[in-house]
């Protein structure tokens, strides 16, 4: 149905900037909640934001609040992640996610999205 393909990861120092990609192709006639997880080694995947399906509301975890920023381009269907002042707590894999419907209570689970991308890495160094 939809597929998700994240891009953008790397490997940055502490204090730097990366810019992450979720390109959305198959059925996109729809507008879709999307959502940025990540999920370090050994530890529980976990939300970082999340944009409405009009784009008008977003949504950030408490730990990544003021330094990052998600938005979209609609005309590319493409959504993206601006992370700014990284840390090195912020090294993960970085996964987008998207549903085409969402309760306003769910946006932080992950079983609440309906397709996911494979991936992409963010290495922060200190």
């Not at 730990?63 to 993960?92: H, W």
């Not at 996911?116 to 890495?121: A, H, S």
């Amino acid at each position: 149905q939809v597929h998700l393909v994240e891009s953008g990861g790397g490997v940055v120092q502490a204090g730097g900037s990366l810019r992450l990609s979720c390109a959305v192709s198959g059925r996109t006639l729809e507008t879709y909640f999307i959502a940025w997880f990540r999920q370090a080694p050994g530890k529980e995947r976990e939300f970082v934001a999340a944009i409405s399906n009009s784009a008008y509301s977003t949504y950030y975890a408490d730990s990544v609040k003021g330094r990052f920023t998600i938005s979209r381009d609609g005309a590319k269907n493409t959504e993206y992640l601006q992370m700014n002042s990284l840390k090195p707590e912020d090294t993960a894999a970085y996964y987008c996610a998207a549903s085409l419907f969402m309760r306003s209570s769910s946006y932080q689970i992950d079983s609440a999205y309906d397709y996911w991308g494979q991936g992409t890495q963010v290495t922060v160094s200190p």
